[in-house]
């Protein structure tokens, strides 16, 4: 059982460059989320998805788009980058009852240089 | 508004003493609280929640934490703190009435355990 599978696991862009962050789960999450964590900022939301088709805006939706076409991707596209968006990703899922934990990819650490 | 606070960035403890690793929240509805460690570069592992019940609640790797709704905090403990216990510890909080969707994180508190 692998969990929550990012790649890459590093990357350097150059700015204006575009990627896509890949993100799979294998255990059958409706609910998966994109963060970026900064240094002593905690996690902040990009943007969420509630099930196949559905995707919503978190707090940093601002140049990242994102798609939710089957139940175990959901990947996470940078079109124009910015020195701003330097940053270590993470994605996340979980199942749809409330009171249940997140489980967490390893990250992708992304430098826009 | 739900909004969760870690008011140490930092936490020195002796291995053998025990820790302590504070957080509050507000939520308008019921909270639903969570622990998450997180090591170098991994992602964030769960270490235990508060949904209803008792105040206390116990977790893995000897971690414990305990509800207080009148102080609205959810501090973590550990009895006896080992150096592999050095990490980065998050609390977050969901509101259990407004369709909990979304989890919010406070900004993470380091944890040094010195031999």
């Known amino acids: 059982n692998a969990g929550v599978t990012q790649t890459p696991k590093f990357r350097i862009l150059k700015i204006g460059q575009s990627m896509t962050l890949q993100c799979t789960q294998d255990?059958?999450?409706?609910?998966m989320y994109w963060y970026r964590q900064d240094p002593g900022m905690g996690l902040k939301l990009i943007y969420y998805s509630v099930g196949a088709g559905i995707t919503d805006k978190g707090e940093v939706p601002n140049g990242y788009n994102v798609s939710r076409s089957t139940t175990e991707d959901f990947p996470l596209r940078l079109e124009l980058a910015a020195p701003s968006q330097t940053s270590v990703y993470f994605c996340?899922?979980?199942?749809?009852?409330?009171?249940?934990?997140?489980?967490f990819g390893d990250g992708t650490r992304l430098s826009i240089l | 508004a739900q909004s969760v606070a870690q008011p140490e960035d930092q936490v020195n403890v002796a291995e053998g003493n025990p820790l302590t690793v504070k957080c509050t929240y507000s939520v308008s509805g019921n909270p639903y609280l969570f622990w998450y460690v997180q090591y170098p570069n991994r992602g964030l592992q769960f270490l235990l929640k508060y949904i209803t019940g008792d105040n206390l609640v116990k977790g893995s790797y000897g971690f414990e934490a305990e509800f207080n709704k009148s102080q609205t905090s959810f501090h973590l403990k550990k009895p006896s703190a080992l150096v592999s216990d050095s990490a980065l510890y998050f609390c977050a909080v969901r509101d259990g009435l407004a369709g909990g969707f979304k989890t919010i994180f406070g900004a993470g508190t380091r944890l040094f355990v010195k031999a």
């Open positions: 996340a899922s979980r199942i749809s009852q409330d009171n249940q934990p997140q489980h």
């Open positions: 255990m059958n999450h409706n609910y």
